[in-house]
């Protein structure tokens, strides 16, 4: 792979995940992307594709601990990953 290739596409994945972020730095999990939902430690592909697909599904969520309805969220990742992540947008 051509590196200049890869730098550019490592900055744009890193300013897209950024681009979601408040001013504290977290997440909304109402409006991230797979990829910027990756980005926060404790939510792998998987996970963050299950968040997406919920979302999709069933609505935007209203609280943190909707999150638990997610397969692959239970009380401990919720508890790793709450700090990171909020939910904004709950108007739709």
């Not at 994945?13 to 408040?22: S, Y």
């Not at 990756?38 to 943190?64: C, M, N, Q, W």
Request: hydrophobic share 40%; charged share 25%; glycine share 8%.
């Amino acid at each position: 792979m051509n590196v200049r290739y890869f730098l550019l596409s490592l900055s744009i994945a890193l300013f897209m995940a950024i681009g979601t972020a408040n001013a504290d730095g977290r997440i909304d999990v109402n409006t991230a992307t797979i990829t910027q939902l990756e980005s926060v430690s404790g939510i792998g592909p998987k996970t963050a594709a299950a968040i997406v697909d919920y979302r999709d599904t069933h609505g935007l969520f209203s609280t943190l601990e909707g999150l638990k309805n997610v397969k692959g969220i239970g009380d401990k990742k919720l508890e790793a990953i709450k700090r990171d992540v909020e939910v904004n947008h709950i108007s739709e």
